[in-house]
Structures are given as structure tokens and as C-alpha cells.
């Protein structure tokens, strides 16, 4: 009786952790890929937020490679939020802030790192933007 | 080299012409003056949030100027800029405070800058809204973005004042 008791404890303990826990990049992007078309822009947003906290970070190390390949998931990932936002019409709006927010972190960025860092920060604003107004035009297309 | 023909290129240039200018590069809201001032504060987030809510408030200030004098003949479209320009500061001020917290500043004393900031920005644009709605042509250019800023302005300052709740008890703890 004492060792079914002790199991279910650290069972539930163990459940517990897992679901105090945020998932890892990787699991994000996993679950991201397997994911209904309808789920994938809140998901895919969350991983360029992540990926844009950790350019941050990065440049701020002087880590440049690094930053620059967590650059390129940002805007890998904004652009399946897009296309998957456009697709099914869901959270059409609530991309196109946080694409908003994500473009004014870049340019945040970019006034922060040395003039040769700042062009690939200010590709990646500029294509938030694109991929912004593309939103706005499918909203009012919708109109 | 490859020759296009005339007719060819007039097209293509007239079709530049006529994307959004956001669609193209975006030029930076602030200007070189103000990023220094910004780098400056970089390690002071009093300072730098303060001059946040000082370059917003410019940005506004700008905007209800232009709106006043007759001169200006395409209304619409610079309403829609500056409008822009202010969002575009007033994101990277939110986004400063999130950097900030999750540095664990103490951010007690600029959100109460801020709170009241966001007061007096909301009763500047709500009577720009009023005046837009008078003129509903002419406000048919902006009144999206218009109505984005004051939604944005508007659940900011209910995230300002959680945010500054929480702080207020965080650091009283810390006190004791």
C-alpha cells in the first residue's frame, strides 16, 4: 500500500513539474509542425517571440552568428504565421500586432549593435512589415 | 545588360510607386538625436522610459499641429504618418518595460509617469476620434490604425497599471 501511495506521489509530482514547465524551443516547433492549420499562427508567433527575446540576448553577448540564426527563425516563423493565418482567416489581427510589436523590438535592436550588425536586423523589420501590411490588406480585403 | 522595354518599365514604376509607403523600408520613428539620447539612458530605465513618454508626447504634439494648420493640403495621408510614428514609439516604450522587468528593475516611479502619460494620451486621441468621426471621408484613410492606437493605448494602461500593483507589492516584500 505504501508503494502504490509513493508511486501515485511521485507520479503526480512528476505530471505536476511537466505541466509547471514551459515547453523547450524544440518541443515548440515540434508541436508547431504537427499542429492544426488554425493553432499554427499563435504557435508560430510564440517561437519568433522566443527566437526574437533570444536575438536579443545574443547581440547583447556579442554572439553574432548565433543572433543572426535566431533572426532567421524569426522571420521563418512570422512568414508561416502569416500564410497559415491568411489560410484560415483566425487570428488575422492579433498577428498583425505582434507583428507590429516585433518590428519596434527589431529597430530597438538594430540602434543597439555595431553598423555592420544593423542590415540584417533592418531586412528583418522591413519583411515584419511586408508581411504586415499583407494582413492589413487581407483584412480590409474581407471588409 | 538586359533592356527592358519603355512601356515595360513605366509599369513596374508606377506600380513602386503605388505600394503602401509601409510596405516598402520603413524609416526609423526616431530620429538620430533621439537614439543617441535613448543609447545614453540605456542602463537607466527611469530615464529611458521617460524619455519614451517625452518622445510619444511629441509625436502627438506634432500630429494635433499639422491637423490645426490650414496650409496642409494632404491631411489624410500625414495624419495616417504621424499617427503611425506615434504607435510605433509607444510599442517600443511597452517593450521596453517588458525588457526591464524581466531585468527585475524597479519600475515603480516611471509607471506612475507612464499611467498618467497614458491618461492624457488617451484624451488626445479620443478627441482626434471625435474629430474623425465629423469627417468621415476624409478619416476613411486612417481610421483603422486610428482605432488601433487607441485599443492599443487603451489595454497598455490597464497592463501599466497591473504591472505597477505588482511591483508596489514585490518590492514591499523586498523591503521587509
Known amino acids: 500500500m505504501r508503494t502504490q501511495l509513493t508511486i501515485a506521489a511521485v507520479l503526480l509530482a512528476t505530471c505536476l513539474a511537466f505541466a509547471g514547465r514551459q515547453e523547450t524551443l524544440q518541443e515548440l516547433m515540434a508541436r508547431c509542425e504537427s499542429a492544426k492549420v488554425e493553432d499554427r499562427p499563435a504557435l508560430c508567433v510564440e517561437i519568433a517571440e522566443r527566437q526574437l527575446k533570444s536575438a536579443d540576448e545574443l547581440y547583447t553577448a556579442g554572439k553574432v552568428d548565433e543572433a543572426r540564426s535566431a533572426l532567421k527563425d524569426v522571420v521563418a516563423y512570422s512568414e508561416k504565421a502569416h500564410d497559415a493565418a491568411i489560410q484560415t482567416g483566425k487570428r488575422v489581427k492579433n498577428t498583425e500586432i505582434e507583428f507590429r510589436k516585433m518590428a519596434a523590438k527589431l529597430r530597438d535592436i538594430k540602434r543597439t549593435v555595431n553598423f555592420d550588425d544593423q542590415e540584417p536586423l533592418q531586412a528583418a523589420a522591413d519583411r515584419m512589415e511586408s508581411l504586415r501590411t499583407d494582413l492589413l490588406t487581407h483584412m480590409f480585403k474581407g471588409k | ?176
Open chain 2, 1 to 176: 545588360m538586359i533592356r527592358f522595354p519603355g512601356k515595360f518599365a513605366r509599369l513596374a514604376l508606377g506600380l513602386l510607386l503605388l505600394l503602401p509607403a509601409s510596405a516598402q523600408t520603413r524609416r526609423d520613428p526616431l530620429n538620430p538625436l533621439e537614439q543617441d539620447q535613448l543609447r545614453d539612458a540605456a542602463q537607466e530605465p527611469a530615464d529611458r522610459l521617460k524619455l519614451y513618454i517625452q518622445f510619444s508626447r511629441a509625436r502627438l504634439s506634432s500630429l494635433e499641429q499639422m491637423r490645426a494648420d490650414p496650409k496642409v493640403t494632404d491631411r489624410p495621408q500625414q495624419t495616417r504618418d504621424r499617427l503611425q510614428d506615434f504607435l510605433d514609439v509607444y510599442d517600443e516604450l511597452n517593450d521596453n518595460i517588458d525588457t526591464f522587468v524581466g531585468r527585475k528593475a524597479d519600475l515603480r516611479k516611471p509607471l506612475k509617469a507612464i499611467i498618467e502619460a497614458d491618461t492624457e494620451f488617451q484624451a488626445r486621441l479620443r478627441a482626434l476620434k471625435s474629430s474623425a468621426d465629423a469627417n468621415k471621408d476624409e478619416a476613411r484613410q486612417y481610421d483603422f490604425l486610428l482605432t488601433s492606437v487607441v485599443e492599443t493605448v487603451d489595454s497598455s494602461v490597464q497592463d501599466h497599471r497591473q504591472l505597477l500593483s505588482e511591483q508596489e507589492e514585490a518590492f514591499k516584500h523586498k523591503k521587509k
